[in-house]
T-cell receptor
Framework: DTGVSQDPRHKITKRGQNVTFRCDPI?????LYWYRQTLGQGPEFLTY????????KSRLLSDRFSAERPKGSFSTLEIQRTEQGDSAMYLC????????????FGPGTRLTVL | DQQVKQNSPSLSVQEGRISILNCDYT??????FLWYKKYPAEGPTFLIS?????DKNEDGRFTVFLNKSAKHLSLHIVPSQPGDSAVYFC??????????????FGQGTTLQVKP
């Protein structure tokens, strides 16, 4: 399977704990995105990487959130001092650099903060 | 500010009939539009897209229509099948100005196709 993969699929944590999610994009895709989806809403953009460079961050991405994409391959999204409001589905997507093209999404990581 | 809106939370159609899902947008800089389908516990799956230089794109049973003057697009599914039952998201990007390709999504419409 050469699609986008995410790990873990589910994460339950207590408020105040740190969590880290991983995304492995389609191998030849230069662009990588993180989105967050809450119940009844569409995915909301969080951040964008072009290769290893983080080129855009949404104002939704508070200073408790950090994302990396070392070597332009997999990416990690870390949330420090989690809050109940962080409970959501975190989606990763990737696409090719050239031109305008569709993004391919992973299955997501569902985070529940107790 | 909801730049992409799907005003119908749900739609129910009979198998074999046409399903029409609607989407409105406010940002005239959007130049690329996509439809995604999402099943529970899965990520969104790309369905069909259209560039702002076109007004129609067709792929099998799926056709997307774009009306730039009305800032409106629609997805037609003909004939509808029970396997089409899912949540459908409309999304838009302003690739020409932002050069990031980030997508702005609507709230989604839940389609139920009854056998």
């Amino acid at each position: 399977d050469t699609g986008v993969s995410q790990d873990p699929r589910h994460k339950i944590t207590k408020r105040g704990q740190n969590v880290t999610f991983r995304c492995d994009p389609i191998s030849e895709h230069n662009r990588l995105y993180w989105y967050r989806q809450t119940l009844g809403q569409g995915p909301e953009f969080l951040t964008y990487f072009q290769n290893e460079a983080q080129l855009e961050k949404s104002r939704l991405l508070s200073d408790r959130f950090s994302a990396e994409r070392p070597k332009g391959s997999f990416s990690t999204l870390e949330i420090q001092r989690t809050e109940q409001g962080d409970s959501a589905m975190y989606l990763c997507a990737s696409s090719l650099m050239a031109g305008v093209n569709e993004q391919f999404f992973g299955p997501g990581t569902r985070l529940t903060v107790l | 500010d909801q730049q992409v809106k799907q005003n119908s939370p749900s739609l129910s159609v009979q198998e074999g009939r046409i399903s029409i899902l609607n989407c409105d947008y406010t940002n005239s800089m959007f130049d690329y539009f996509l439809w995604y389908k999402k099943y529970p516990a899965e990520g969104p799956t790309f369905l069909i897209s259209i560039s702002s230089i076109k007004d129609k794109n067709e792929d099998g049973r799926f056709t997307v229509f774009l009306n730039k003057s009305a800032k409106h697009l629609s997805l037609h599914i003909v004939p509808s099948q029970p396997g089409d039952s899912a949540v459908y998201f409309c999304a838009a990007s302003d690739e020409g100005s932002s050069n990031t390709g980030k997508l702005i999504f609507g709230q989604g419409t839940t389609l139920q196709v009854k056998p």
